[in-house]
């Protein structure tokens, strides 16, 4: 069975997840996206109502090496689409990672990247409540049980995306640390393609500063950029992480392949259809 699955992702890499050019001109909707994407039902992202959730008695997520320093030096990328940096193990050579609550599995975190909007407009993916906020941090783990990402592509539990909401405010009530050591470094990134790396030490676990990882919204969902399949768990932490805007103001200066701005980078929300989002509340 295992092996069939990956003949069939290796016939899958092939064809499908060539990673074509794309925009945010009309956020998604002018995406070429493989039939079965394009008609799928649990695509992301989605509008999360607090009126609709289902309380989850699942167990805490639980946070494998986020207490220890990344080796590094961590390489960080203007895509053209967005600024994306990638993990390295911590200074043991082990990975940082993620298990527990209703994950079978260990997913070992792989990079984040950022969803922004605009001087005159917001930028999260997922609104709650109908609110969107001002920006979007998703950390993305892959599941250890596949050895490559397009295997997991194949699979509905191939990732798990960490979703942190950010707002943009002149001074933030707890300095957001580890992310600031980040954000400090997206004016470097301005040209299409450029690279800077990010030396000083820093945990994964900085990244949270006070959000409460124990409480959350999960649903099961899809990758927002193409290939859009539908390998991922999401989980989406309610409280917004307040960031200095004096930063988040440097991600509208990012070019594109084409010179233009990478401003607005979200995909337009998606429908729910009949999936259940959980909520879990720290207990
Ligand atoms: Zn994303």
């Known amino acids: 069975m295992v092996k069939a699955i990956r003949k069939f992702c290796s016939a899958v890499e092939r064809t499908c997840f060539v990673q074509k050019p794309f925009n945010y001109d009309h956020h998604g909707d002018d995406w070429e996206l493989a039939s079965d994407v394009r008609c799928g039902k649990q695509q992301s992202p989605i509008a999360i109502n607090r009126k609709k959730i289902c309380l989850s008695k699942a167990s805490k997520l639980h946070f494998l090496n986020y ?14 689409t967005t600024a994306k940096l990638y993990f390295s193990a911590v200074e043991d ?12 599995s260990v997913y070992q975190a792989v990079q984040m990247h950022f969803h922004w909007g605009s001087e005159s407009s917001k930028g999260a993916e997922h609104t709650i409540d109908g609110v969107r906020h001002d ?8 599941n250890c049980a596949y050895s490559t990402k397009s295997e997991a592509m194949c699979s509905p539990d191939g990732f798990v995306v960490l ?5 943009a405010v002149t001074k933030p009530k707890v300095e957001p640390v580890g992310l600031n050591k980040i954000l400090q470094q997206v004016k470097q990134l301005q040209e299409f393609g450029s690279i800077t790396t990010i030396k000083p030490q820093m945990k994964m676990n900085e990244l949270f500063a006070n959000i409460k990882t124990d409480e959350f919204f999960s649903y099961k969902g899809s990758l927002t950029t193409p290939p859009c399949v539908e390998a991922v768990n999401w989980f989406v932490f309610p409280k917004a992480l307040e960031v200095g805007k004096k930063y988040l103001r440097h991600f509208w200066c990012l070019q594109d392949s084409y010179d233009k701005l990478v401003i607005n980078n979200y995909r337009n929300l998606q429908d729910i259809h009949d999936r259940t989002v959980y909520f879990r509340s720290m207990m």
Not at 93 to 104: A, D, F, Q, S
């Open 163 to 167: 979703a942190i909401l950010l707002r």
């Open 93 to 104: 050579g082990t990975l940082p990672g993620i298990c527990g609550c209703v994950l079978e």
């Open 135 to 142: 920006g979007e941090l998703h950390i993305v783990h892959k």
């Open 67 to 80: 207490h220890k320093p990344l080796a590094g030096p961590l390489k960080f990328h203007n895509t053209g």
